[in-house]
Structures are given as C-alpha cells and as structure tokens.
C-alpha cells in the first residue's frame, strides 16, 4: 500500500493529506461487518465515535481539503496504462452504465427522485454514469460524473448546464480515449439506444458502438415489412441445425472454461441494412423460439465485410463472431459494480457537498486499481529460511515468536492495531471489576499469556 500510494504523493500539498490518502485507502480495503461510512473507515464507533479525532481527519479529507480529484483520477489511469499486465489494447471495449443508490433528504449534491437501477425502482437518491474498460480479462473504472436531475437547474431541462445520461456517458467516453484507452467498440445496454445524442456524440469522437435495442420499439417501415426487432428475426429463414438458413453458428468462450454454441444473424430493420452504414444484428441461443433472457438484437456502426463501404470506413469491419464477443464484455462493467458497491463502499459516502463526492468515488476507484496493481505485481523473493506454509508435516499450531521474526511487516501491522489489542491486555481488571469469582480457565489462560509477555497466535480463515 505504501508503495502504490507514493506514486500520488506530489498530487497532494500537505503530510495530512498523504496520511489521509493512505487512511481512507487502508479503510476502504479492509473487511468490515457494517457500511464504510468515515467511522467505520477509521475503526470508531458509528453514532459515539463521530466526534474522534481519526474520524474527524477524514470527514475534513474528504470534505474540506483541497486536492484535486481529476488529478489523482488522471495518475490512476496513467498507472493503468503503464502496467504491461493492464494496459488497454484495440481488442477491448469501453462500456457504460449509469448506477444509482439511495440517499435520503434534498440537500445532498445532484439527489433527486428518478430511476434507481440496483433497486429497480423509482426513489430518492444519486445516480452516476460510469465507464468502464475490459477485455474479458482484467477491468476497471476509467471515470465517473454524477447525473444532476433537472430540477437543480433554474431553467430545468432547458437550461444550458443540463445534461442527459446518455450525452454524459458519450462525454465520458470520449475522455477514456482521450486518456489513451483504445477499444475495439464502445458497448452499452439498450437505455442508450433511444438516444440520438449519444450516437451523434460518439459519432464526432469516431467512435465505434454497439448497443442492443429494444426488442418491441417500433421504427418506420413499409406495411409489409417488419417493424421491430423481433420482427426482423422472426423474418429471417430457420428450420434447423442442419438447415441454419439465413443463421451462422457462433461458438462463444466463457472465462470459466466452457463453451456454447450460439446463432447470429445480420438482420433488415427499416435504415439497418446488413451493408448500410448502420447494422442490425440478431444473436441468440435458439433462433426457432427466440428465448427473452437469451436473445439480443445489438445495433452497430462497425461495417459488415462484405459492406461497400467497408475499405474506406474509419472503422475496421466485423464479422458477426466479432460483434457478439464484444457486446458479450458489456456485463463485466456490471460485475465491476459489484465490487467496488458491495466490497468497497461506493454508496457508503455520508457527504453533501459535489466535491466531498467526486473526492470518495475517486478513492473507492484508486481502492479497485490497487487490487489490481498487487494481482498484475510480479511475485516477491522467497525466504529460503521460512518453513513451508504448504508443508503436510507441519503442526496445526506453530509457535508464533518465529514467525513474527520471519514477517518484519507484523510489528508494524500489530502497532496499527494497538487500540484493538488493547482490552486484551486487561482482562484480570475487568473481571475482578464485575465479579469475585475465579476467572474461568480459558480466560485465565489468556490473562497469563498476556501477563507473561508471550505472543498470541493470530490466525485468519484461508
């Protein structure tokens, strides 16, 4: 952790802001049994231990001191792209998606009442737009910006400072390549696909998308022709395996080592023509009763093969195997949501203001890329001096001593948990304070141990 958080250093003006920087890291990392808000980051109480001084350092880290968010979020991204085992490459994609959680009351920056995705309803709360770059093998958050709702505004939807989703998210994109992130495709899911702004803006980024629509939105067509999705690969010819028609079978690799064999298909929908500037793609697992849950129809700019167009467009062309493994990486940036949310304590933030905000989404990000900077980091030398940890012959329950002398990073670990360790060095007094009795023998046990200056065996579950 120390070596990581020196490479940010000279973004911060001040020795506290350092040790802030490292203090909410270290407490977004470690495991916790309750929400991350700033209590539990610096191990206090939740209600009694708001007034503490730890707390209180990194309530004014977030909220007050002044460093730059957009800074420490640029070397984030530099440290990425620098890494041989994570830099970006033209294979990967760049996905979007917008998030929200809940949040309680109307003076907290861009809260409002709107669509909530991870509840699956309508409340009050905060909503982000998020980019995300992966392959299928590593990935991470590029940027994220907050959605103000229109009441914020004096003019509302009308004023100028208004933005929708969709245009903050072809923004965000256009930053991630900017950043130097290359992708083959930016992917999103079909919320994205109704907005005309989002393709003119990835359009003036010459940015290559593929977004699903949505299987029943209507389009203009000729009477005898299909109207929706669904339609469009209804039409399309199909009798079997054997007899595929119109059907190319796609054999689809999953990280986990299995296989499945799908079906793709270029389909005509209204201006989506297989070799038009815009395509229509149908892919799924049975092209006879078209599944719900395991059909897509993704739209794209990338030119069919075979197009006219395809020599001279600034986009390279894409067979149908190609467009499905890249809307294929759009779930990772789901998967990526669960992490930072569940592990690291993205909604956790108990702030107000729009820069305490951006301050905890920027460190919960640089939390996600330290994980990924220890997996990418080459193994460190081996003592040759230290017992086998794999050894079958080894006791259940070594001794300790050697082994805190073999790790010199225990005497600094167990100095940070000193006020942990604390109450165990006064068992004797705090029983004889609620009882004459004798202490029971495991208490006892741990009374001599403590008394007599021997280790204990700290143990964690593998």
């Given amino acids: 952790m120390e070596e990581y958080a020196a490479r940010f250093d000279d973004l911060f003006l001040t020795l506290a802001q350092r040790r ?21 980051l610096a191990g206090a109480g939740p209600v009694l231990g708001a007034g503490l001084a730890s707390v209180q350092r990194l309530q004014y880290f977030l909220s007050e001191s002044r460093w730059d968010s957009e800074q420490v979020n640029a070397r984030r991204l530099e440290l990425l792209r620098t890494d041989p085992a994570l830099a970006p490459h033209e294979a990967g994609v760049l996905a979007i998606d917008d998030s929200g959680d809940r949040k309680d009351g109307t003076a907290t920056a861009h809260v409002g009442r709107q669509w909530l ?14 980019t995300v770059w992966t392959d299928g093998r590593v990935h ?46 930016v992917v999103a899911d079909c919320a994205y696909s109704v907005s005309d702004d989002w393709y003119l803006a990835l359009r003036e980024a010459h940015l290559p998308y593929v977004v699903p629509l949505k299987p029943h939105r209507g389009t203009w067509a000729p009477a005898d022709q299909p109207h929706t999705p669904i339609d ?28 499945e064999t799908w079906w ?22 049975d092209p006879g009763t078209l599944p719900e849950k395991a059909t897509w129809y993704p739209a794209t ?74 997996w990418s980091a080459p193994p460190g030398t081996l003592d040759a001096t230290a017992p086998d940890p794999c050894a079958d012959d080894r006791p259940e329950r070594g001794p300790a001593t050697p082994r805190l002398r073999q790790l010199p990073c225990w005497p600094r670990a167990l100095r ?47």
């Avoid at 909410?24 to 916790?32: F, Q, S, V």
């Avoid at 028609?245 to 796609?250: C, K, N």
């Avoid at 108990?350 to 330290?370: E, G, K, P, Y």
Wanted: charged share 20%.
């Fill in 416 to 462: 940070a948990l000193r006020s942990w360790l604390t109450p165990a060095t006064t068992p004797h007094r705090w029983w004889r304070a609620w009882t004459d009795t004798d202490p029971p023998p495991e208490l006892q046990a741990l009374i001599d141990t403590v008394t007599t200056g021997r280790p204990l065996d700290l143990y964690r579950r593998v």
């Fill in 20 to 40: 802030g920087f490292r203090e909410y890291l270290t407490g977004l990392l470690a495991p916790r049994d309750r929400n991350k808000t700033l209590t539990c």
């Fill in 232 to 259: 469009a690969a209804h039409a399309l010819a199909w009798q079997d395996a054997e007899h595929p028609g119109d059907w190319t079978p796609i054999e689809r690799h999953f990280r986990d080592g299995h296989t």
């Fill in 117 to 130: 995705g991870r509840l699956g309803k309508t409340d009050n709360g905060v909503v982000t737009v998020t």
């Fill in 264 to 285: 793709a298909a270029d389909a005509t929908l209204g201006g989506w023509q297989p070799h038009g500037p815009c395509r229509l793609v149908v892919a799924t697992t």
């Fill in 301 to 374: 700019n990338l030119p069919h093969p075979d197009a006219p167009h395809a020599a001279t467009s600034t986009h390279p062309p894409a067979d149908l195997t190609e467009i499905v493994r890249l809307y294929g990486l759009r779930p990772w940036i789901e998967q990526s949501y669960q992490q930072i949310k569940d592990e690291l304590g993205w909604a956790d933030f108990q702030v107000r203001s729009d820069t305490a905000i951006r301050h905890h989404q920027t460190l919960v990000n640089c939390a996600f890329s330290f994980c990924w900077d220890q």
């Fill in 140 to 185: 991470y958050p590029l940027h994220a910006q907050p959605y103000t709702p229109a009441h914020h505004f004096p003019r509302g939807r009308r004023d100028p400072g208004f933005r929708t989703k969709p245009q903050i998210a072809a923004a965000l994109a256009a930053r991630g390549k900017d950043a130097g992130f290359a992708c083959r495709a």
